[in-house]
């Protein structure tokens, strides 16, 4: 894992000894967003002989790995700098009936390079800045409804691994998000706090500032629309079931 996420971890599990949450322990962490654990606690697994900690799940619960918070929440420290920013948080929040009624999102999307990674085409690489694409596109059509927008914008083209409905769905935001960039556009700075001034929050799968995980970050204390299934820790306090719906049940 990379330097910032080995120290963060390091922050975090630290953090999470000094209030007793743990004795002497060995396990393995995976710090890759797709989760990726093959060994205990799984039943049958194969990989690691200790437990294995991860950060996300693509594939839902049922698969491998212990969640865990990713250090990017108050850079790893959760009893000390994460603690002081949710109090902060709670601290301006406001009535529901006195917020902004549209769903909001910020971040950026851009096209990747045309190639093939991982055994995967640009095309399946690229379905986060698709989702974000297809979000920004929202707002260009229902403005009244819709505040999402990105930082910058360049949005991706190829739509190879996508057919029939889908394909001219993609083909028409990318169509009306080209052609609109002043509605799709915003690099003003939002601090988390800030997201609370929405009644509805949309989780997509893409960056706000440097990750999806991130994102996730602000996403507490409003109704959150999803557009992704992937799974995080943090999941259930985001509101599964109670504050959280799919975006296509939510638009009806």
């Excluded at 953090?15 to 967003?33: D, Q």
């Excluded at 109090?87 to 917020?99: E, V």
């Excluded at 029939?164 to 169509?175: K, Y």
């Excluded at 990750?211 to 557009?227: A, P």
Aim: hydrophobic share 30%; with cysteine; net charge positive.
């Amino acid at each position: 894992m990379a330097s910032s996420k080995k120290r963060g971890h390091a922050i975090m599990l630290a953090s999470t000894i000094r209030n007793g949450g743990l004795t002497n322990t060995a396990y393995a962490h995976i710090s890759g967003a797709d989760g990726g654990a093959t060994g205990p606690p799984c039943i049958n697994g194969t990989g690691y002989e200790v437990p294995t900690t991860v950060i996300a799940k693509r594939s839902g619960y049922a698969q491998c790995g212990i969640l865990v918070p990713n250090p990017y929440f108050g850079r790893g420290d959760l009893h000390g700098a994460w603690a002081r920013q949710q109090d902060h948080i709670r601290q301006k929040s406001i009535q529901l009936n006195g917020t902004d009624p549209r769903v909001f999102w910020r971040g950026s999307y851009e096209t990747l390079t045309q190639e093939e990674k991982w055994g995967e085409t640009t095309c399946s690489r690229d379905r986060g800045n698709r989702a974000r694409m297809l979000g920004a596109a929202l707002s260009v059509r229902r403005p009244d409804l819709f505040d999402v927008k990105c930082s910058r914008s360049a949005p991706p083209s190829d739509f190879s691994c996508v057919s029939g409905q889908e394909r001219w769905e993609h083909d028409q935001a990318r169509s009306s998000v080209v052609r609109n960039p002043a509605k799709v556009l915003d690099d003003a700075w939002v601090e988390p706090e800030d997201y609370a001034r929405y009644q509805y929050l949309l989780n997509l799968p893409g960056e706000t500032s440097g990750s999806y995980s991130r994102n996730l970050n602000h996403l507490r204390g409003g109704g959150v629309l999803r557009g992704d299934r992937r799974r995080r820790r943090d999941r259930p306090q985001v509101g599964d079931g109670r504050r959280r719906a799919p975006l296509e049940r939510a638009l009806g």
